[in-house]
């Protein structure tokens, strides 16, 4: 009998020590975020139940989708402080459509990401042929999309259907609906686009864009691509909200908070702010442990006023540790590129 492993089991090895080192971010999300909502679970006063698991999944879906849609954009080197914009401006549209008959709910869904996905493609023009910087072209378009949501909300409100919000914002057993379209988004929308063609685009504009350029990447189709599908991610979002809420209300604020919690969701989650190097699982992780630390606040009966300001420290701390990477940058304006 050989004293050496053989080459297969070696290469299994190997393989599996590429796969830990290369997911030791988001696996190390993954064990934070189930020590927190663990120690969240033991401190309820009332105990668990279906209701508050739906309603944790219900939160935190909601800005794991948010922040689905910022990574695209991170991952190119970019940034889009448009999707919480995209988020109360398509709110604000299904608030006035998603109603009615089986088909005119259908067709009340499918015009809110027709509209979340339009507003994508204006940042992608504006980015790509327009040849602005991320940074100043989506914070633009973010106050273009403010307006047009006090044009479909003008007053805080809202008609939508309530057995079919109540249904979507409900559980099958005790397993969310909301956790289960995350899913199967996951699935069928991240899985496929890591190996397609485009997804690799993505990651080798935001790893190095000129060796990019050079290799015959369309650097420009993959940016695009990136804030389509940016716009895709936060119109569900948006309509996510409108189920939950079953309103919507065009506040800027709203819009800053959902697109601010987005960036750190992402940094928490791994993913570079000078892209590259991440991916939406990562991001969802850090949007479930940003929620957490508010729902343990509050089960640890935090003084309210303390609540955002320790918030607002984590913000910081997260976002800050995400743009380390700067101080080893020569050239400054390599960062605003």
Not at 146 to 158: A, T
Not at 183 to 202: E, K, N, Q
Not at 251 to 271: E, K, P, Q
């Amino acid at each position: 009998m050989s004293e050496f492993p053989s080459a297969s089991l070696m290469a299994r090895r190997a393989s599996l020590s590429y796969w830990l080192h290369y997911n030791a971010i988001v696996l190390l999300a993954a064990l934070i975020f189930i020590a927190m909502f663990a120690v969240y679970l033991i401190l309820l006063p009332r105990g668990i139940s279906t209701g508050i698991m739906v309603t944790a999944a219900n939160k935190g879906v909601l800005l794991a989708l948010v922040a689905a849609a910022q990574t695209f954009p991170v991952l190119t080197g970019g940034i889009d402080l448009s999707v919480g914009a995209i988020v109360i401006m398509t709110n604000c549209l299904a608030s006035n459509y998603v109603n009615g008959n089986p088909l005119h709910i259908a067709e009340g869904c499918a015009l809110t990401l027709i509209c979340g996905l339009a507003g994508g493609a204006i940042n992608a023009l504006a980015v790509v042929v327009g040849r602005l910087q991320p940074i100043i072209a989506t914070l633009a378009s973010s106050t273009v999309f403010y307006g047009i949501s006090l044009l479909f909300r003008p007053e805080p409100g809202g008609d939508v259907d309530d057995d079919f919000a109540s249904f979507m914002t409900g559980a099958i057993g005790w397993i969310p609906i909301s956790l289960i379209i995350l899913c199967a988004l996951l699935l069928l929308v991240w899985l496929p686009f890591r190996t397609s063609m485009i997804g690799r685009s993505i990651y080798a504009v935001g790893s190095a864009e000129s060796a990019a350029y050079m290799s015959g990447i369309h650097v420009g189709r993959a940016k695009a691509a990136s804030y389509i599908l940016a716009g895709f991610f936060s119109a569900i979002a948006g309509l996510l909200l409108t189920l939950i809420s079953e309103s919507a209300q065009a506040s800027m604020t709203n819009a800053g908070d959902l697109t601010l919690n987005s960036i750190a969701a992402v940094v928490i989650g791994g993913t570079s702010l000078f892209g590259g190097v991440g991916g939406l699982p990562g991001s969802i992780l850090g949007a479930f442990i940003l929620r957490t630390i508010g729902d343990l606040l509050f089960v640890l009966n935090a003084p309210a006023l303390w609540q955002p300001l320790f918030q607002g420290v984590v913000l910081l701390v997260a976002v800050g540790l995400g743009a380390l990477p700067l101080l080893r940058v020569r050239n400054r304006l390599e960062a605003f590129r």
